[in-house]
């Protein structure tokens, strides 16, 4: 019997680049679900924990760093690899994602390959 396919939440402010990668992840047979904000994040991964999380740093209101934060203090989401994504491309902002409890760092522009590589090796 085949798995059901992983269920990863994409959290970005940007809706351009929830479409880019909602599309890139539906493609290769993910469920997608997109949060537009830090609040709505936190509470779609609490009320129905997804398998991964793709998560933009730099969001109005509550940044990246404080939503994993909360997510890792959290006993229902804790476990949820937290994969974040960022135009910001200094070794600051990535050592600082992997501080907060991040498994790995996209730099943005995306590229589907990269994305669709490091999703699979997290999920696997």
Same mark, same amino acid.
């Given at each position: 019997?085949?798995?059901?396919?992983?269920?990863?939440?994409?959290?970005?402010?940007?809706?351009?680049?929830?479409?880019?990668?909602?599309?890139?992840?539906?493609?290769?047979?993910?469920?997608?679900?997109?949060?537009?904000?830090?609040?709505?994040?936190?509470s779609s991964a609490q009320s129905e924990p997804p398998d991964l999380i793709l998560l933009d740093i730099m969001m109005p &209101?509550?940044?990246?760093?404080? #939503?994993?934060? @909360? $997510?890792?203090?959290?006993?229902?989401?804790?476990?949820?690899?937290?994969?974040f994504i960022s135009a910001l491309n200094d070794v600051e902002e990535k050592v600082k994602s992997f501080e907060v409890g991040?498994?790995?760092?996209?730099?943005?522009?995306?590229?589907? &390959?990269?994305?669709?590589?490091? #999703?699979?090796? @997290? $999920?696997?």
């Amino acid at each position: 019997m085949q798995s059901p396919p992983a269920n990863i939440l994409i959290v970005d402010d940007t809706p351009a680049n929830l479409r880019l990668l909602a599309n890139i992840l539906s493609k290769a047979g993910y469920v997608v679900r997109p949060a537009r904000s830090g609040r709505i994040a936190l509470s779609s991964a609490q009320s129905e924990p997804p398998d991964l999380i793709l998560l933009d740093i730099m969001m109005p &209101d509550m940044d990246g760093y404080e #939503v994993c934060r @909360h $997510l890792k203090i959290n006993e229902t989401t804790r476990n949820i690899p937290v994969i974040f994504i960022s135009a910001l491309n200094d070794v600051e902002e990535k050592v600082k994602s992997f501080e907060v409890g991040g498994v790995d760092y996209i730099p943005k522009p995306f590229h589907g &390959d990269e994305v669709l590589a490091r #999703v699979n090796t @997290h $999920l696997t």
